[in-house]
């Protein structure tokens, strides 16, 4: 037998490409994601030692933690097995073509009760330019043609932290709006972000200038907002998890309460009566 190949989703060489030609000055997106991380490792109240950071952009992320270890979002991560007490995996989830692959990677750099938090675009993510952009080129052309990455639901991202062997798992979104004066604004921001497509199965060749003028004009019809100009969502995901340890807090065994709820509340506890068919 021979083992299945996985789907490729994204097509790396293109995704390299469009991130070498992002723009220092465009990467609100990271700046965002900079600011929430900081804020939860306050919050995490521990000194961390030995900090690697996952990201597809290394200027951006050294020039904020100097003293950690900057490594790319290779299918591969290179990672010693638990030789670290913190990994920051940012804003480059929703690119990878195993994602659960990369958080059972991570839990294997980290040492026991060592920190996993990563961050990336989630399933609300332009919805608004997903939603003209298939509306205008199924009017056009007849046909749709993948455009938008397809990024996942915040209800199902906790159990990826589970798959991959986590502790204490938690998922949590932020969403973000952000305005533009139309969409092909919005869509050239995306190119200076390099977060444009990169997708396998894109279409090679330039999209029909029609194609783009009606999604323009089904967006502004649809989302325009009260200073006539378009709004665009941008949903960032944070994904916190341990590496199992035996001094973690661990849950109890069921029917080892020692008091009662009905007690703490002072109330009268009203027994379960099953009916009989």
Known sequence: ????????????????????????????????AADELQERLIEVNRTFKSIVIVTGFPDFWRERYPDATIIPDDETLSLKPQAHDLILHMMCLHWANDPVGQLVQSRHGLEPDGLLLCTFLGGQTLHELRTSLAEAEAAITGGLSPRIAPMGEIRDLGGLLQRAGFALPVADSTPITASYANAFHLMHDLRKMGENNALTQRIKHITRRNVLTEASSIYAANFRNADNRVDATF??????????STTQQQPLRPGSAKARLADALNTTETPLIRSKD
Not at 2 to 21: G, H, I, K, V
Not at 236 to 244: D, N, R, S, V
């Open 1 to 32: 037998m021979t083992a299945m190949t996985m789907p490729q989703l994204t097509d790396r060489t293109a995704l390299e490409r469009n991130r070498q030609r992002a723009e220092p000055d465009a990467l609100f997106l990271q700046e965002l």
């Open 235 to 244: 949903e960032i995901i944070t994904l916190t998890g341990w590496a199992p």
